[in-house]
Structures are given as C-alpha cells and as structure tokens.
C-alpha cells in the first residue's frame, strides 16, 4: 500500500525551524532519511525538487499541490514533466506519480504553473517502496503538516568573478535558463557553499584575478526559430492488388507480352489514385516515363516519381527487378540561414581533411546555387581554433547566398594550425544567427577531435540522471591544449546550489550547443575520423556520444549527427547538407523485403544515376538478409537512382506452388525524408513458375487371369533432378488406385501435378511439380521404381507405362465332381493324369473334390492328359471321359484349348456323372394255410420326400399276378412306399415303407421285409382276407319285412343271436366273420308263420370263398375299408295245417324241397344278379 502522507508546512513566521531559504529563490522544505525537500519560484512556476536518498530501493513519490487563497484550495495540475502522470488513489483523490518506480538514490523535479498572484501553497506527498520479494508495495513513515508562503516574484544572484580576455568582446545577456536536452555523466566532487575556490595558474590554463568577471549566460539569451510540427506534406498513395485462386497480382497490371511469367503494377495518372490504364510495354529500364507513380505533380513538376518492376531474364526463374526514384527541387521553401562552423585546427591538416572541407563546401555552394533556392539562402562562415600569432581565423558574416558564396568558396585556408576551440566556433556562429528574422538557423558543425579549449564554467545544470553541463561562463579559457582533459580541475554550482566538478572542456562545449539548441537553432555535425581521448579517459564511442549530445535531434529522434571515417567522406556530407535544404528528396530510405518464395542472387546489385543530372551524393543500398535496404538518398532537380538486383524463385521448396502468381516482395517502403515517417509504396510486382504434369500408367498382365490378387492400390516412386540443396526433395510418390483402371487391363492416371512425400498411410499430395529447379534448370520427373507389389513382377515399358506380370506358381489341379442329379458332390471316382513323363492317380479328397498328389503340380510350357477311369458308385462314367490341360510359356492354362480362370493358381475343373436309375419294387402276398399266396390288385404309391419334410407321390403301381409292383428311382433322396388300396376282398396296411436312395445308388432301409433273392431291391408286404358280415333279411311272402324272428349264429369258436334285447327286427346283422364254419338257425317264428325246419351251414374259406349248405356261392369279396358280404332272405310262409300222422307226408316233403331249392336260387342269383338270396 502507500506510504504515509507527508504534508509540509512552511511559513515566514514559524520557528520551528523545518523549512528555511538557503538562496533568495531557493527553499528548503525539509530533509530526512527518505526524502530531501526543496522548492523555487520563477516567475509563475514553482519547481519541486526532492532526492530520494536511500540507496537500492525501489521507491517513487505521490504528489499534491494547491493553491491557497482565502476562500478556496486549486489543485495545481499542469506540469511540464512528461515523465509523470495522474492517478486516483483509493479514496478517489488524485495525484502526480511516476509512471514506474525509480531506482534510488535518485533526483527528480516536477515544475507547476501557478494561478496569478498565488502567495501560499499547500503541499502533500506520498512515498510508496516495492517489495520485489513480496510483489506489494510497503508503507513509510509519515510527517506533520505544513503550509508554504511563497514570494510573487524571485530574483537570482551571483558572485562569481568574469574575465573577459583579449580575443573575446561580447557582453552577456540574461534570460531564463532552461534545457530539455540529456548528456551523459561526469566525474564530480561537492563541497559546501561556504568553501572557498580558488583559481592557480599550472600548465594548460589560463586564470585571472580580476574581481569583476563578465558572466556569459547563453541560456538566457531570447529565442530565434521556434519549430513547429512538420505537417503531412503528402497522401500515400496505396497500390492495388487481388488475390485469388491463382495468387496475389496488382489488381492494375501491366505485362511484356501475353506470356509473361511477370505482371508489375501500373503507374498513376495526374499524381492521384487512378491508374494509367497501360497494360504492357518492353519493359526497358532506360524507359524514364512508363509506370511511375508520382507525388505532388506529374512529370518535371512532380516532387518524386517511384517506380518499380520484374521481368524475366533468358534464365527461367531469375528476374531482374528495377527501383527507381525520381527527386526534385523544393518548390516552396521557407528562408534559411546556414553557417558553416569548421575545425581549423592543426590537425586537420592530417590525411588531407582541410583540403577536403574544401571540396566539400565547394560542392555545398554548387548544389544551393544549382538548386533554384539560393534567393532563399543566407550563409556565413567560421573558421575555428585557438588563437595564435602565425596563423588567423577568420569568419564570414551571414548574408545572402549570392553575396557571400563566391567569399565563402575560397575562405577555407590551405594548411590549418591551432587547437580546438569548438566552443568559440559555436558561440561565434550563434551570434551571426541572432538575428530575429523569421529564418530557419541551422549550423554545420566539422571537428576532428576533442575540444582543447573552452571557457571557464561558472555554473551548470544537473539533469535528473546526475549529469550537468555548463550553463553560465566567464571570459576565462581553460586550455588543456592536447586533450579535453582539465589536469586541475574546479567546481560551479549548479541550480541547487550543489558543487560539481569540472574536469574537462565538454562541460562547456555541450552545454554552448545545448543553448544555441534551446534558442532555436539546429545542429548538424560531423565527427571527422574521431579518435578517443586516452588522457581523459574517453574511447571513440565515448568521444562520438559526447558529439551526438552537441547535435539536433529531428521529430522522431534521429540526430543530425555523422561520422566520417574518410577524408573524402567530408565532401559528401556537405553536399548532402546542401541537399538537405534544397532537395525533396533528403536523407531518403528504401526498405524492401523480398519475399518468399524468392531470393536474393549474389552479386547482382547495382544502383545507378540515370535522371538528367548525376547523383551528387551516393546512397547506401545493401541486401542483408533478403531484405534490400537503402539510406542517405539525395535526390534533387533532375537526379534519378534505379537500384537494380535480381531474385530467384525458389521453385524447390517444400510448399512451392507452380503456376500461382507470388509477390516478389512484400510492403516496399520509400521515406522520402529520414526526419519524417511520411511514406510511399512502390508497386509490388508478382512473378510465377511453370509447373509440370505427369501421366502414369500401370498395365496388368495375370497369366491366371485372376485379378483378385492386385492391391487396391500400387505406389511408384518419383525422382526428380538435379536439384541445387540437399534439402530440396529429391524423391516422391505417386499412388494408382483401382478406381483410376480404365479397363480390366490397365489403371492410369494424367495431368498428375503433386506427389506424396509418403507412400502408405502418410500418403498425401503435397509436393507440387515446378518445370524447373532453383537456377532455371529443367527438372527431370522420372519414375524410377515401383514399390513392391506382392506376386507381381514389376518392368518399366517406358518413360511412363510400368507392367505388373504376375509371378507364376506351378499350378494346382482340382476336380470337382457332381452329380448329375441334385448337385451333389461324388467321391469314389478314379482320375488318372499322364504328362511331364509321368502318370499319377488324382487323390480322392473325401469331400467331392479331386487334387494332385503332394509332389505333383502342373509347370509351364507343359501338356498333361486328364483321363476318368471309374465312375463314382451310383453312376455312370461322365460323358466326357478325357480332357487335355496344356499350360504354355506365359503360365496360361487352356483345357481343350480353352482358355482356363485360374484361381489362387490352381485349375479347376468341374465334371458330372450321370445318376444311375435304380429299379425298386413291392410284393404283395397274403398267408393261406400258412404258405404265402401271392396277391395281384394291390395299389402301391412311390413317394418322395419334399424339402418340407413331407412326402410327395412321383409314382403309383398295381401288384401283378405274381404279386410285383415296380418302380424307377431317378435321383438320391428319400423316399416312401405306401399301399393305398388293397386286393379285392382284402385289407389295406399302408405299410409307409420309408427308405433312403444315396448318391452312390445304396439304398438304406432299416426294415427287415426286404426280398434278398429278388432281381433288384423288393420290399414284402402281405394282406388279411377282410371279416364278412352276414346280413338275414326277414319277409313273408310278399317281400315284405317281417319281424319277431329269432336267429343263433354259431360257429368259429363263437354264438351270437339275435335281437339281443327282445326287439322286433326284421334285419339281423352278424359281423366280423372270419374263415371257418357256421350254423345259422331261426329259433323263433313270428306267430302265424311257420319258420326254418332246418339250420342252414355257412363256410368261409381262406381264400374268400363261401359255401352255403356246400354251395359254392359267387365273389362276395369288396373293395375299400367295408368288410366282405353275405346276404341272406328269408321268407315265412303262413301256417296250414298239417295233416294227421299218416297223412300225405311225401306231400310235405315235396314243398320243403321246392323251398330249399327256392332258397339256392335265390342265393346264387344274389351273388352272380346281386340279388338277396331267399330262404323260405
């Protein structure tokens, strides 16, 4: 958090003794272990000074001030410190902070502008530390408050002592001292205000004794140029381009011809942003009007012109590419006033510098004069040394260009002599420029070494990092001749009353330099081949530091200060400087990136002037890095620069896309003026390489014709050369697919412009196919290898056609045989095979499948003879019994010269055999007295069984005389025999005979009724002789039925009579009779009738014949379920009396007999009319 408040009070009438005034401006608030105080008044500013004085530490201050009348607090907030800032602490209120914290010990001022009048102030501040370790700030102590009377106006003093020597007359002037400018630490030493100083005359300096010295204060001297902001003299006019599918271009474009591999931007029309509409030209860089894009103007009238374009040169892939720049003279420029301050020292007598200063302002005179601006150019001139008695400085007084140059021009001596007294040659030069009259002043500043003399300090200002320089100075020279290095060295004090120790002439020469900058004049100047100062302690860098704190800065911060490491490079910075007020090109950069893909080709930069008139001045163009970089352009009326380098395209990188449009460069940027960021583009043109197609194709050769083998799909390898780097891809892949076949023989791919970097899975085209190779070289794309295909032979055809033979494999052989019937597999045959010198039996596999044996395959260019010698059992030998397999030299098979699929390198060969018929059959028979009686009639079905499960009838027979149905079975399967009707008068058993047929004509059964000594396969099946059914109709002599009869059939172990239940019948039923004898007798009459006087004998035979009384009676045998019949009719007679014995008997006898023989004929006729047999 903050450290604690700290208010400070101070007032004339407290006695307290905090706050007291050390000099008539100064006060001194207060002073503890963290923090010294002191403020002072100048006119209506108040400066706060505060040391914090603790050492390593992190610290900063927070800062209020009001000012206070009598009714109200106004903060003070406007401040001329830019290193502060406002900011609110937690409560809202705010305060003047640094921006970071500040390394202590350390200094710092905050100056405020105070309201009209203001008397009294009151002051508050805050100290914060940072805890590096913790990362938080850390509170201090704080102090009591204080208010601050201070005086409306404050008056400065001195008493330090002047000396006005002979060679210098001028008085002092007074004014506000002020600077913003930094120089570097010196070497100090403090001693109080009270100490005593006291000047002695040693070796190397020059003193005086005279109590009233002359105090030259140059910091209080008026201002004479104010600079202002240079405004936007210009619009960037910004280049168009397009990108799309095939690049980026400019959008207004311009070619050579229609084939170009360049398309370079257009140029403007009438300075603005509406391009020219020229769409091609030669492309001749000696064309100086073509394609330029102007500033300010169009042609002569322009300020500058740039212009930048590509072609190709007669090597593919290499450009030439043109930048040109065009200056001009300024138009309108404001009046300036230059004088030339140079060295005249002794030692510019050295390597020929003097004679070359006067080259150089030669070639100044020249250019201003060349220009058409001299109206516009005031110039004087300073010669400067120390004085001596063989030699003279001289100076020209400033005035116009046209009266003083032809002076100027031969005022540079022949030989120089003397030491380095910069200091009087800057002060001589800001005298001939103090003149108030609206000019621009500007001074050249030339010296080759350390300055030798200055003035004696008798004040300096301490800047906030410590380091001070002169500020006030007496007439008095310190002369240490030979170095800048004072061997007895003497303190000033500076602004805080402190004493710093001056030890060497830099401390006045920079501290001139800074006044002359705070006047308004500007600095330019030239370290002339420096050397260090061993004496003093100074190295080269440290020399050309203290140089470069003597010079201007521009807006941006760059400082007119150069160096010249050759005598001849003192000419060029003159010129340059005469460029510099009258060119609109000065101190002009180019920066320009050439891009990927492209790269810089060694050694084939080149600038050269090609404008009306010469380049006076050369610039610097280097190419570092693949970026060309340009500076120091000085480009006036006339004068032209066409940098010229060429670029390759680098067509063998990774990513490199033929046939896409690539910008050469990327944003190319001219600065027409190094002072200011104002910019212009140049147009960036954009170049293209050709690509290369490939077309692939693979044919497929498969002596088996089985195409199962072939992948799906096949990689080559694609080689290409030369290439100019190893790590340029040499080798790549290239993938066919099933889906690229274009028949069943060939796959095949064009117009391929990318390969793979990996073949298999990583496979992706990505690497592009330029035509050529770095250095415009024609790749050659060839497909060198195709990887492995596995049971394929690979040859190359030509350039792009490869052939996969397929590998032969001595082949296998497989018959299959079948069936001719159901598609069933048969084993059991027997093959032989005859060729290659030998004969071998086929090996049975058990499954329907015939193979070679295990030392035996079928080998090219070889015929073999294939011969069925036994059939399979069940069927007959195939109707085809030979076959001749011949395989020729390319591994083809043919089978009676057609040609053969082979399938996994085998031939197959399907063969079928006819089923054999297989004649099955039935016998019928029945058990008569124990010996078997053949039966014919039967009607026996032959069934076969369905997929379903159920039985289908294929056949129906009937039993012969000798008992024989017979049938045909056709094919294997299962099968059924069924009895569907029996022979007349017998019973019908089904029998459902289920049997099974095989394929090798075996028939299995699991029944035991089975004919072993039958022709072919017999099963038995005997029959019973059905029941019969007597059936005894009773009726009287008219037909009719007459009931109340009784009958008894007895017989075969069994009697039965009838009715049962004591009912009337007229029909009475006896069923089930089987063979055997019978008795059937009428035991009850109905009344009034008379019945049968004697039993009737029934006999059934074996074979179905029936006797009745011993009277073979007619077929009664039925067809179907219902029992065999008889049928007998009974007729009763009303009774007559008889007579009395001894009456006519014989009469009764013969009635009986007409009776039983009426009954015979009754019966016989109901089995031959089927008649009801009668009985009466």
Not at 515 to 536: M, V
Not at 659 to 683: C, I
Not at 808 to 816: E, K
Not at 968 to 983: F, H, K, V
Request: proline share 3%.
């Amino acid at each position: 958090m903050l450290g604690g408040i700290l208010f400070f009070i101070y007032s004339s009438l407290q006695t307290n003794g905090t706050a007291s005034a050390q000099e008539e401006n100064t006060i001194a608030i207060t002073e503890t272990e963290q923090i010294k105080l002191t403020g002072q008044r100048e006119g209506n500013q108040f400066t706060i000074r505060y040391q914090l004085s603790q050492k390593n530490k992190q610290q900063r201050i927070w800062l209020q001030l009001y000012a206070l009348d009598e009714t109200k607090e106004q903060p003070l907030t406007k401040t001329n410190n830019k290193e502060v800032v406002f900011i609110e602490d937690e409560s809202a209120q705010s305060w003047l902070t640094t921006q970071d914290f500040l390394k202590t010990p350390c200094e710092q001022e905050v100056t405020f502008q105070l309201p009209n009048e203001t008397k009294k102030l009151k002051l508050a501040i805050q100290i914060e530390e940072y805890d590096h370790e913790n990362q938080e700030s850390q509170k201090l102590a704080s102090l009591d408050e204080l208010i601050v009377d201070i005086p409306l106006a404050t008056e400065s003093a001195s008493s330090d002592r002047v000396e006005v020597s002979s060679t210098d007359s001028q008085a002092a002037e007074t004014g506000t001292e002020s600077t913003s400018e930094q120089v570097s630490n010196e070497d100090s030493k403090g001693v109080s205000n009270e100490e005593t100083q006291e000047e002695t005359k040693e070796t190397g300096t020059t003193t005086s004794s005279s109590e009233d010295e002359t105090l030259i204060e140059p910091f209080k001297q008026e201002r004479l140029y104010q600079k202002t902001t240079v405004s936007q003299a210009f619009a960037s006019i910004e280049p168009d381009y397009t990108t799309d599918q095939s690049g980026t271009y400019p959008s207004a474009n311009w070619t050579i011809d229609e084939k170009s591999n360049v398309l370079n931007h257009q140029g403007n029309k009438d300075a603005g942003e509406t391009w020219d509409g020229v769409t091609t030209w030669n492309g001749d860089p000696e064309n100086l009007t073509n394609s330029y894009i102007e500033y300010g103007g169009v042609g002569d009238e322009a300020d500058f012109a740039l212009r930048k374009f590509a072609k190709e040169t007669n090597t593919p892939g290499l450009f030439d590419v043109y930048l040109n720049v065009r200056g001009n003279v300024q138009r309108q420029i404001d009046p300036i006033d230059v004088v030339l301050v140079v060295d005249w020292s002794g030692s510019m007598n050295e390597m020929g510098r003097i004679t070359e200063v006067k080259k150089g302002v030669d070639r100044f005179l020249n250019q201003i004069e060349g220009s058409g601006i001299q109206d516009s150019v005031y110039m004087g001139y300073v010669g400067y040394s120390s004085d001596g008695n063989n030699y003279q400085n001289k100076t020209c007084q400033l005035g116009k260009f046209s009266e003083v140059k032809e002076t100027i021009r031969t005022m540079t001596p022949e030989t120089a002599a003397g030491g380095t007294f910069t200091q009087r040659g800057l002060r001589q030069a800001g005298d001939m420029l103090s003149t108030q009259n609206g000019h621009k002043k500007v001074i050249v500043l030339l010296t080759d070494g350390v300055p030798t003399y200055s003035y004696h300090v008798s004040k300096v200002h301490t800047q906030a990092d410590g380091s001070y320089y002169g500020t006030a100075f007496s007439l008095s020279q310190d002369q240490p001749m030979n170095t800048s290095h004072l061997y007895n060295g003497y303190f000033a004090s500076d602004q805080y009353g402190n004493s710093k120790w001056i030890n060497n002439t830099f401390v006045a020469t920079i501290g001139e330099a800074m006044a002359l900058k705070e006047r308004g004049i500007e600095i330019h100047g030239l370290g002339i081949q420096l050397q260090g100062d061993q004496t003093a302690g100074y190295t080269k860098a440290d020399v050309e530091n203290k140089m470069r704190q003597m010079v201007s800065a521009d807006e941006e911060g760059h400082l007119y200060y150069e160096s010249a490491n050759e005598a001849a490079d003192i000419a060029d910075y003159l010129e340059k400087k005469a460029l510099h007020i009258s060119a609109t090109v000065t101190d002009g950069e180019i920066t320009d990136p050439i891009s990927q893909p492209f790269l810089y080709e060694e050694n084939s930069l080149s600038i050269k002037s090609v404008g009306s008139a010469a380049l006076t001045v050369q610039p610097e163009v280097t190419i570092s890095d693949n970026t060309l970089n340009a500076s120091g352009l000085y480009l006036g009326e006339g004068q032209e620069l066409q940098i010229h380098y060429q670029v390759r395209i680098q067509t063998e990188a990774a990513d490199f896309k033929p046939d896409t449009w690539y910008q050469m460069n990327g944003e190319t940027v001219f600065y027409p003026n190094h002072q200011s960021d104002q910019k212009a583009l140049f147009g960036v043109p954009s170049a293209k390489a050709a690509g290369k197609e490939l077309t692939i194709k693979k044919v497929w050769e498969e002596y088996d014709g089985d195409t199962s083998s072939r992948p799906e799909s096949v990689y080559f390898e694609i080689s290409r050369s030369p290439v100019t780097s190893k790590e340029s891809w040499q080798t790549g892949y290239l993938k066919l697919t099933e889906t690229d076949a274009q028949d069943q023989t060939s796959w095949e791919r064009s117009k391929v412009s990318a390969v793979s970097e990996k073949d298999g899975t990583d496979y992706e085209e990505t690497r592009l196919l330029p035509l050529y190779n770095n250095q415009g070289e024609t790749f050659n794309y060839q497909v060198t290898n195709e990887l492995a295909v596995s049971g394929y032979e690979s040859t190359r055809v030509d350039v792009s056609t490869w052939k996969n033979t397929k590998t032969f494999v001595p082949l296998a052989l497989n018959l299959i045989k079948k069936s001719a019937v159901g598609e069933v597999k048969l084993t059991g045959a027997v093959f032989e095979l005859t060729g290659a010198g030998k004969t071998v039996t086929l090996v049975d596999q058990g499954d329907g499948t015939y193979g070679l044996p295990a030392d035996t395959t079928l080998q090219k260019s070889q015929t073999y003879r294939l011969k069925e010698v036994t059939a399979p059992a069940g069927h007959h030998l195939a109707k085809q019994t030979e076959w001749l397999i011949h395989i020729d030299e390319q591994g083809h098979a043919t089978i009676d010269g057609q040609p053969v699929t082979l399938v996994e390198h085998t031939i197959t060969l399907e063969i079928t055999n006819p089923f054999k018929e297989i004649p099955v059959a039935i016998r019928k028979y029945t058990l008569q007295n124990e010996q078997q009686v053949l039966l014919a009639g039967a009607v026996f079905s032959l069934q076969q069984k369905t997929a379903g499960g159920d039985y289908q009838e294929i056949a129906s027979e009937t039993s012969d005389d000798v008992g024989m149905a017979e049938f045909t079975i056709l094919e294997p399967g299962a099968y059924r025999i069924s009895e569907t009707a029996g022979p007349l008068g017998y019973d019908t058993v089904a029998g459902d005979y289920e049997f099974v047929v095989g394929t090798d004509g075996k028939i299995q059964y699991q029944g035991e009724n089975v004919d072993g000594d039958a022709n072919c396969w017999t099963l038995t099946h005997g029959n019973q002789l059905k029941p019969f059914d007597l059936v005894v109709n009773k009726q009287d002599e008219l037909g009719q039925a007459l009931e109340g009869a009784k009958f008894r059939l007895s017989g075969n172990g069994r009697t039965v009579e009838l009715p049962e239940n004591g009912e009337a019948l007229a029909v009475f039923h006896f069923q089930d009779l089987t063979p055997g004898s019978y008795t059937l007798e009428e035991t009850g009459t109905p009344a009034g009738y008379a019945g049968l006087t004697a039993p009737v004998q029934i006999k059934i035979e074996e074979d179905g014949q029936v006797f009745i009384d011993e009277e073979r009676l007619p077929n009664l045998l039925v067809s179907g379920e219902k029992n065999n019949q008889i049928e007998l009719i009974v007729t009763n007679q009303v009774k007559v009396s008889l007579p009395e014995t001894g009456g006519n008997w014989h009469g009764w006898m013969v009635i009986l007999s007409a009776s039983l023989l009426v009954l015979l004929a009754g019966s016989y006729l109901h089995v031959k009319r089927k008649d009801k047999p009668s009985l009466k």
